[in-house]
Structure formats: structure tokens, C-alpha cells
């Protein structure tokens, strides 16, 4: 069992997954389901280092963030009506906090080189969240988004250097999965909400974030990671049936993922630097 | 004869200001911080550390000492630095996140203010090593110590080996466990020169 | 009647017998290396190894026999002083100079064994021949660890450790600086091989 359980696919994939599916499976009626994406990202962690917050590192800030954002999703979707300029307002913030998050290391750099690290941090992050919490109130892009940003940060990161982000991300895209399978499968569409898609915007952005600035992730790997949400607004026949939009939107945002991830890959090589 | 006797008292007073502390600063060239680190149980991984500065003072006489060394995280070199064809070599990994992430903690350093003597040897450094932001007591034992003067330069060179061990959980580096133990061994090996 | 019996017997036995099942391994590259100690001036220990060799190994358990050959790339010592800076060079660079290795003319050092002893099931002992510089001397290597077994997460099957050994560099005509660098040299090699 302890074999089993140290596993990187158990903890990064198959686990998250499971969490997920349970997540969206028994919430979904209390209009919850969008926890299935911190469910997955949860396991992950809990699995790989444990819940520890101090000192307070880099990770850890991401940690905490990730784990505060589905509540306060869960708020913003029981307690408010969310008007249009919400999601560049939490871009916006979310872009700052990022600056917050990495701050130790930010610091440890000359000014010059800080401000543009930062700067383009900021404004990753902000375009992840953004971009992903306009999604909020369609399940299905919602977890098409959240699966290919997720498995696409986690490949990556495995190849940059890094496999305990890979394996958050990872975790995240799993979980995303789980969210969709069962929305596929049920034939219905579940609540995604302001909980799952602030999670998974702003987990992606900065998992991605610190994949570039602390493993060795290239910074364009990080431009080519941002049409994802975007490709989860294509255009689909409403008539199709959920499973048949899940796999077309799926299959949209994996193609930009594959695309990153083939990127990391040829860069680590020492082909295209 | 008062003359004769105060000068016999002076001669009679034990020599308090002769043995001052002694400070060196360690041979970067001849410093190292080595580990071992068991691998799936089969085998045994060393590494080292290339780059580290410090000092140390002692007073032999007062039985007292301090000591402060910096380890440079990202020089770490187990043998496999070159990544050829996969996606990284082992020395990127321990530098990334998983391990010493020395992008957000570029160095190790650890500080003693205990040492235990034997005689005017020092067999025991009592410090705190502080690794990813944690700081925790690390004991080394000395089991080599040689003062001389350098039989080239002339100078007066202190140097050593000292060993310890600690659980690399504990510093929030778990990556790995257990296939890549917990327990690392220690070795520091050491040369100074007296400034 | 009896002989027919007993001889019947014996050939139905053959199978049964341990069959001479000789196993090929190749060295990992990357988990095996030769760490090598040596004295400084009498103050400390100067610790090095040679990053990149080769090697393969055949293991007979029934017949509690073993064999190995390593070669090592002389010119990948390292000893963490690898950039000379401001001076005429580093003491890799001088390990790798005539002073030293010779790397130049001699770029592989050899280990071939000539005889296995093992304690029970595991490997105890191997005793062969080490070529440094054109020079073959004898070279006993203990083994203070073995094990074989699955890897845990590729499942293939391998066999590790750590063998430790001495040589007098002073025997191969590696003579400069001895005894400021001293002449006796440890060897601790941590080895992983995968059957072939």
C-alpha cells in the first residue's frame, strides 16, 4: 500500500482524479461541484508534502492561495450576483497577489530584471484568471479549460525539472477531467461556478508561474499556455449532446497544451533555446 | 628585593591575554560539504557541494569557538550534470523545486557556537543548519584535526574532517522519500587559513 | 536391476540439478561511480570521482560466480575545483595533466575481475586486475553492500551496491607530490547494473 501510494501517477493522477469524481459526483446537487478542482489539487499536495505553511516558501503561497480561492468562489456564488467587470477586477488582483507570491525571489534580483519577471508574472496570471473565471457559468468550457491548463502546466513541469509542480498541476487537469466525466456521462451540466473556475485560473497561472521562475520552464512556454481559455469558448452547436461538446472543447485546449508541452520538451533538449 | 619580588609576581601571572582567539577563514579549494543519500535501496549516491565560504574562531585556552559556513545550493554535483537527452540531469533536479529549489534559496548556512573540546582539539561543533528556510540543530563530530603551518606557504592552516547526519523531511525537502532516503550523511572536509 | 534403478534415477535428476543460469548486467551510468579519497598534507581528506564510466557483469547464482569489467573515463575527474579563475589551472585540469591521469595518453583506467566470493547468497569479494596508466596491478574491491532485486518503479531487474578498495598511486608510476598528496587511495564505488 505504502508502494502504492508513493507513486507519482497515483499522487499527481489517478488520486486527484478519483477526489474529483467523488467532489463532482456528491456536490453537484448542493450546487458544489466546482470544489472537484481543489479536491484534486488538495489530494495532490496532501499526498506529495503534507500541509505545512511554514516558513512560508514560494510553493507554500500557492498553496495557501489555491486553497483559499475555492471559498472564496463558494462565497462570490451563493452570495453574489456577478456583474461583467468581475473578472478583469480579479484578474487584476490576482496579478498582484502573484507579485506578493514571489517576492522572495523577485527581490533577489536587480531592479531591472525584477520588474520585468514580475510584470509579465503579473500579467499571466491576471490573463489565466481572467480569461477562465468568464467560463464560470458554463460547466462544460469551464472543465475543458481547467483540464487542458492543468495537464498541460503538469507535462511541462515534469519536463522543466520540476515533478512536484508537475504533479499539482497535474492533479488539477485530473481533477478538471473528473468534473467533465461526470457531466459526460450524466448527460447534465453541473454547476462550475466562480469556485471552480477561480481555482483552476488562478492554480494554473501560478503553478505555470513558478514552473518558469524557479524550475526551468521557458517563458514562452508560458505565452503559448494563454489561448487556452480562450479556445474553451469556441464556438459548438448547442444541440450537441454534453459528452459531444466536452470532447470537441477538450480536444481544442489539449492541442495549445500538447503544443507547450512538445515546446518544454524540444527546449530541454537544447534545440530551441 | 620589592623589585625582585613584584617582578617574580609578574613572571608567576598566569599569561591571560597571550592566547586570544584565533580566526580562520576555510580554503574554498580544499572545503568541501559532502552527502550521502541512499537510492532505492540498493545503492548509495555522494554528492558535494562545490562552492561554500566561512569562517571559524577558537580559543584553546577559554575552550570556546565559533563557526559560520555558507554553501552555495546550486553548486551542488553528484555526477550527473550533464542532461544529454532527457528532459534534465540529476544536478537540475536537486537545484529545481523538488529539492534545494536554489532559485528562491540560493544558499545553506550553518552556524555553531558550541564546540566541545579534547584538550585544545576540537571534537564536537553544536549549530543550527538553516535549508529551505528551516533552521534546525545539526551536531558534527570532528574526527580529524591538524594544526600546522603549510609546509609551502608557511601559513598557519587548521584543517579536518567532520561528519554528521539529519533527516532532509525535516528541512520540508521530501521529495522522494523513500526511494531517495531521508537519512544524509555528512562529511565536511576542511581546510583553513589563519587570518 | 539396482544400477539401472540408480542410473534412471540420476538421469531424471539432471534437470533438477542448478543449471549453470548466467546473467548479463550493464552498469548504470548515472547511478555508478568510482568516489575516490585521498590525504592532503596530513590535514584533510580530499574526496573526488570520475563522473562518467562503463561497465558490464555476468552474475551465476547457482554457481555462486561473478564477473566484471568497468572501464572509467579518466578525464572525467572531479574533484569541485573545476575553474581555474585567475590561476594557470584548476586541480582537475592538474589532475588531468602528466602530472597526474595523463588523460591525453591514457583515457581509460580498467577493473577486470578475475575471482568471485560470496557469503551465502551475496557477493562478498571480488578480486581482479586494475589498469592505470598503462600499469596492471592486482586490486581486491569488498563489497559493504549488495542486493538484487526489482527496481521499485520500472519493475526491471537489477542488482547494487557499494564496493570500497585501496591502491598506492606509486605502484602505477603516478608519483608527483607524494606524500604532501598522499600515495594510499580509497575507493568507494556505488555501482546499480540492469539485467540485460
Redesign the interface.
Known amino acids: 500500500m505504502q508502494d502504492w501510494l508513493i507513486h507519482p501517477v497515483v499522487q499527481g493522477a489517478l488520486l486527484p482524479f478519483l477526489a474529483g469524481l467523488v467532489a463532482s459526483a456528491l456536490l453537484a446537487p448542493l450546487r458544489l461541484a466546482g470544489l472537484a478542482a481543489v479536491a484534486g489539487f488538495a489530494t495532490a499536495v496532501y499526498l506529495v508534502v503534507g500541509f505545512e505553511f511554514s516558513p512560508m516558501t514560494t510553493i507554500r503561497k500557492v498553496m495557501l492561495l489555491g486553497l483559499i480561492a475555492p471559498v472564496l468562489g463558494v462565497a462570490a456564488d451563493f452570495a453574489f450576483k456577478p456583474k461583467r467587470a468581475m473578472a478583469p477586477l480579479v484578474a487584476v488582483a490576482s496579478g498582484a497577489l502573484s507579485v506578493w507570491v514571489f517576492l522572495a525571489v523577485l527581490t533577489q534580483k536587480e531592479l531591472a530584471d525584477a520588474l520585468l519577471i514580475g510584470g509579465g508574472i503579473a500579467a499571466y496570471v491576471a490573463w489565466q484568471v481572467g480569461f477562465t473565471l468568464s467560463l464560470h457559468e458554463d460547466s462544460v468550457r469551464a472543465g475543458a479549460a481547467g483540464l487542458a491548463l492543468g495537464m498541460g502546466t503538469g507535462v511541462a513541469a515534469v519536463f522543466a525539472a520540476s515533478a512536484t509542480l508537475g504533479l499539482y498541476a497535474m492533479a488539477l487537469g485530473s481533477a478538471s477531467g473528473a468534473f467533465l466525466l461526470v457531466q459526460m456521462l450524466t448527460g447534465r451540466r453541473i454547476l462550475a461556478g466562480i469556485a471552480f473556475t477561480l481555482t483552476t485560473g488562478l492554480l494554473a497561472g501560478l503553478l505555470g508561474a513558478t514552473t518558469y521562475h524557479l524550475a526551468q520552464l521557458p517563458w514562452y512556454v508560458l505565452a503559448v499556455m494563454a489561448p487556452v481559455p480562450l479556445l474553451a469558448r469556441l464556438p459548438i452547436p448547442a444541440k450537441w449532446p454534453v459528452w459531444g461538446q466536452a470532447v470537441a472543447l477538450s480536444g481544442a485546449t489539449l492541442t495549445v497544451s500538447a503544443v507547450a508541452c512538445y515546446l518544454v520538451w524540444l527546449s530541454s533538449r537544447g534545440i530551441s533555446e | 628585593m620589592k623589585q625582585i619580588v613584584a617582578g617574580l609576581a609578574f613572571m608567576l601571572l598566569p599569561s591571560a591575554g597571550v592566547a586570544s582567539p584565533e580566526s580562520y577563514t576555510f580554503d574554498p579549494r580544499h572545503t568541501f560539504v559532502h552527502f550521502g543519500v541512499d537510492h532505492n535501496d540498493f545503492s548509495t549516491i555522494w554528492g558535494r557541494f562545490d562552492r561554500s565560504s566561512g569562517k571559524f574562531t577558537i580559543d584553546r585556552q577559554a575552550k570556546t569557538g565559533t563557526l559560520e559556513v555558507v554553501v552555495e545550493t546550486a553548486s551542488v554535483s553528484t555526477g550527473d550534470g550533464v542532461r544529454g537527452d532527457r528532459p534534465r540531469s540529476r544536478d537540475e533536479h536537486l537545484r529545481s523545486p523538488d529539492f534545494f529549489n536554489s532559485a528562491e534559496f540560493p544558499r545553506m548556512l550553518y552556524k555553531a557556537s558550541t564546540v566541545k573540546f579534547n584538550g585544545e582539539v576540537p571534537v564536537e561543533l553544536q549549530g543550527q543548519l538553516t535549508l529551505l528556510g528551516v533552521s534546525r540543530p545539526v551536531t558534527l563530530a570532528v574526527d580529524r584535526w591538524k594544526c600546522a603551518p603549510h609546509a609551502v606557504t608557511k601559513r598557519m592552516i587548521c584543517g579536518g574532517n567532520a561528519t554528521g547526519a539529519l533527516k532532509r523531511s525535516e528541512y520540508g525537502m521530501k521529495w522522494g522519500i523513500p526511494a531517495t532516503g531521508d537519512d544524509v550523511k555528512i562529511l565536511v572536509t576542511f581546510e583553513a587559513i589563519k587570518d | 536391476m539396482m544400477r539401472r534403478i540408480i542410473i534412471g534415477a540420476m538421469i531424471a535428476a539432471i534437470p533438477f540439478a542448478a543449471p549453470a543460469q548466467v546473467e548479463n548486467y550493464t552498469i548504470d551510468p ?4 568510482v ?1 575516490f579519497s585521498v590525504d ?8 573526488g ?1 570520475f ?1 562518467k564510466s562503463s561497465g558490464k557483469a555476468t552474475l551465476d547464482r547457482g554457481a555462486k560466480k561473478a564477473s566484471i569489467e568497468v572501464s572509467v573515463d579518466t578525464a572525467s575527474v ?1 574533484t ?3 575553474d581555474k579563475g585567475a590561476r594557470a589551472r584548476s ?1 582537475d585540469e592538474h589532475l588531468r595533466s602528466a602530472d597526474f591521469f595523463n588523460t591525453a595518453e591514457f583515457p581509460r583506467m580498467t577493473f577486470k575481475s578475475t575471482a568471485a566470493t560470496f557469503n551465502g547468497d551475496n557477493l562478498a569479494e571480488l578480486d581482479g586486475q586494475v589498469t592505470l596508466l598503462g600499469v596492471t596491478k592486482p586490486l581486491t574491491l569488498k563489497l559493504e ?1 549488495w ?1 538484487c ?1 526489482a ?3 520500472n519493475k526491471k531487474e ?5 564496493a570500497t578498495g585501496k591502491v598506492k598511486r606509486t605502484d602505477f608510476g603516478m608519483k608527483y607530490a607524494v606524500p ?1 598528496i598522499g600515495d594510499e587511495i580509497s575507493l ?1 564505488i ?3 547494473a540492469y539485467k540485460d
Request: with cysteine.
Open positions: 548515472i547511478h555508478s561511480f568516489n592532503h598534507l596530513g590535514f584533510t581528506t580530499i574526496y570521482r563522473d572531479s569541485g575545483d573545476n586541480r553492500r542486493k532485486g527496481h521499485p518503479f537489477m542488482c547494487g551496491g557499494v604532501a568507494m556505488g555501482f546499480e
